[in-house]
C-alpha cells in the first residue's frame, strides 16, 4: 500500500465504499467499520481481504466460546468488544503475526499451485500412462494372436512329427527285414559258395580221373595199337608140341557151330558199343 493512493473497501454484502486515502482507511479498521471478510481494492478490479494487509494490523482473533471465532480484527476492535461486555467471560484472543501470515499465505499459495503444477504434470503423465497402457494392450494382443498361431504351428508340428516318427518306424521295421533277407541270402550264397567250392574240387577230381583215363586209354592204344595188311604170313613154327584142344579144334576146322556163333555175337556186340572209330582205333586200323 502507499500513502498516495486512493482505496476502496466492499462488504460482505458486496457493498463500495470509497474513495478514501490510507490513513481513513486505517481509522475505519480501528472503528470496526472494516469487517474481518472485508475487501480492498485501489482500481475496483483487483481485491485482497483486509486482514491480507499487514498495514491496517488486522491480526487479532477473538475466541468468545469455544468453537466460536470472530476476526481477524484490529486491537482496538477487541478492546471495545471487552468494554463493551459482548464478550463472555470464557473469551480468549489470538495474536496473529500478519508478516508470518503473509508469507504462510504466500507459501501456501505457492504450494497450492505447485499442487496443481503437479496435479497437471500428473495428469499429463497419467495421459501419457493410458496411452502406453493402451499400446501395450494392443501390443499384449498382438502377442496372444501371435502365440496362438504359434501353438497353432507347434500343434501341426507336433502332428507332422508323430507321422515322420510312425514313418521311420515303419521303415525301420522294412529295413529289419530286409536286413534279415540278406543275412539270409548271404547264407545261401555262402551256402552255394561252399558247393560250388565243393563241385570244384568234385570236377578237379573227375577231371583228374579222366585224365588218368585218358593216360590209361592212350597207354592201351599203344599196347593194342598194330597195323593190319593184306599180306598172308606163314605161321611161324614156335614148339612141336601140338596146341591145346580147344585151339587145335579151332584150326582144325573142329569147333562146334555152337561155339564159333557165341564168339561171333561176343565179337559184334563188343564191336557195337566200342563203334567202328573205336574199333580202328583199338585194333590200330592204318591204310597202306
Given at each position: 500500500m502507499?500513502?498516495?493512493?486512493?482505496?476502496?473497501?466492499k462488504?460482505?454484502?458486496?457493498?463500495?465504499?470509497?474513495?478514501?486515502?490510507?490513513?481513513?482507511l486505517k481509522?475505519w479498521?480501528?472503528?470496526g467499520?472494516?469487517?474481518?471478510?472485508a475487501?480492498?481494492?485501489?482500481?475496483?478490479?483487483n481485491?485482497?481481504?483486509?486482514p491480507?494487509?499487514?498495514?491496517?494490523?488486522?491480526?487479532?482473533?477473538?475466541?468468545?466460546?469455544?468453537?466460536?471465532?470472530?476476526?481477524?480484527?484490529?486491537?482496538?476492535?477487541?478492546?471495545?468488544?471487552?468494554?463493551?461486555?459482548s464478550?463472555?467471560?470464557?473469551?480468549?484472543?489470538?495474536?496473529?503475526?500478519?508478516?508470518?501470515a503473509?508469507?504462510?499465505?504466500?507459501?501456501a499459495?505457492?504450494?497450492?499451485?505447485d499442487?496443481?503444477l503437479e496435479?497437471?504434470?500428473r495428469?499429463?503423465?497419467?495421459a501419457?500412462?493410458?496411452?502406453t497402457?493402451?499400446?501395450k494392450?494392443?501390443?499384449m494382443e498382438?502377442?496372444?494372436?501371435?502365440?496362438?498361431?504359434?501353438?497353432?504351428?507347434?500343434?501341426?508340428a507336433t502332428?507332422?512329427?508323430?507321422?515322420?516318427?510312425?514313418?521311420i518306424a515303419?521303415?525301420?521295421?522294412?529295413?529289419?527285414?530286409?536286413?534279415g533277407?540278406?543275412?539270409?541270402r548271404d547264407?545261401?550264397v555262402?551256402?552255394?559258395?561252399?558247393?560250388i567250392?565243393s563241385?570244384?574240387?568234385?570236377?578237379?577230381?573227375?577231371?583228374?580221373?579222366i585224365?588218368?583215363m585218358k593216360?590209361?586209354i592212350?597207354?592201351?592204344?599203344?599196347?593194342?595199337?598194330?597195323?593190319?595188311?593184306?599180306?598172308v604170313?606163314?605161321p611161324?613154327?614156335?614148339?612141336?608140341?601140338?596146341?591145346?584142344?580147344?585151339?587145335r579144334?579151332?584150326?582144325?576146322?573142329?569147333?562146334s557151330?555152337?561155339?564159333?556163333?557165341?564168339?561171333?555175337?561176343?565179337a559184334?556186340?563188343?564191336?557195337?558199343?566200342?563203334?567202328?572209330?573205336?574199333?580202328?582205333?583199338?585194333?590200330?586200323?592204318?591204310?597202306?
Amino acid at each position: 500500500m502507499r500513502n498516495n493512493e486512493n482505496f476502496y473497501v466492499k462488504s460482505p454484502t458486496g457493498k463500495v465504499f470509497g474513495p478514501i486515502d490510507i490513513e481513513t482507511l486505517k481509522k475505519w479498521v480501528r472503528d470496526g467499520r472494516v469487517e474481518p471478510l472485508a475487501g480492498v481494492s485501489s482500481d475496483l478490479q483487483n481485491w485482497a481481504i483486509a486482514p491480507s494487509y499487514p498495514e491496517l494490523e488486522m491480526n487479532w482473533i477473538v475466541e468468545n466460546n469455544p468453537g466460536q471465532f470472530y476476526g481477524p480484527t484490529h486491537r482496538a476492535v477487541v478492546d471495545d468488544l471487552k468494554k463493551s461486555g459482548s464478550l463472555s467471560p470464557a473469551a480468549r484472543f489470538y495474536l496473529d503475526d500478519r508478516g508470518q501470515a503473509a508469507q504462510r499465505i504466500a507459501a501456501a499459495e505457492k504450494a497450492i499451485a505447485d499442487r496443481d503444477l503437479e496435479i497437471s504434470r500428473r495428469d499429463t503423465a497419467l495421459a501419457e500412462a493410458q496411452k502406453t497402457s493402451a499400446r501395450k494392450d494392443m501390443q499384449m494382443e498382438e502377442v496372444k494372436k501371435a502365440l496362438v498361431q504359434r501353438d497353432a504351428r507347434l500343434a501341426e508340428a507336433t502332428t507332422l512329427l508323430a507321422q515322420r516318427e510312425s514313418q521311420i518306424a515303419e521303415l525301420t521295421k522294412a529295413v529289419a527285414a530286409r536286413d534279415g533277407e540278406i543275412r539270409r541270402r548271404d547264407a545261401e550264397v555262402e551256402r552255394l559258395e561252399k558247393d560250388i567250392s565243393s563241385l570244384k574240387e568234385e570236377l578237379s577230381g573227375r577231371d583228374a580221373t579222366i585224365e588218368e583215363m585218358k593216360a590209361d586209354i592212350a597207354r592201351r592204344d599203344e599196347v593194342h595199337q598194330r597195323e593190319w595188311t593184306t599180306e598172308v604170313l606163314v605161321p611161324e613154327v614156335v614148339s612141336n608140341e601140338p596146341p591145346p584142344p580147344l585151339a587145335r579144334q579151332a584150326f582144325s576146322g573142329g569147333t562146334s557151330p555152337s561155339a564159333l556163333a557165341a564168339l561171333e555175337a561176343q565179337a559184334r556186340k563188343e564191336l557195337a558199343r566200342m563203334g567202328a572209330t573205336g574199333a580202328k582205333k583199338f585194333f590200330g586200323f592204318r591204310k597202306k
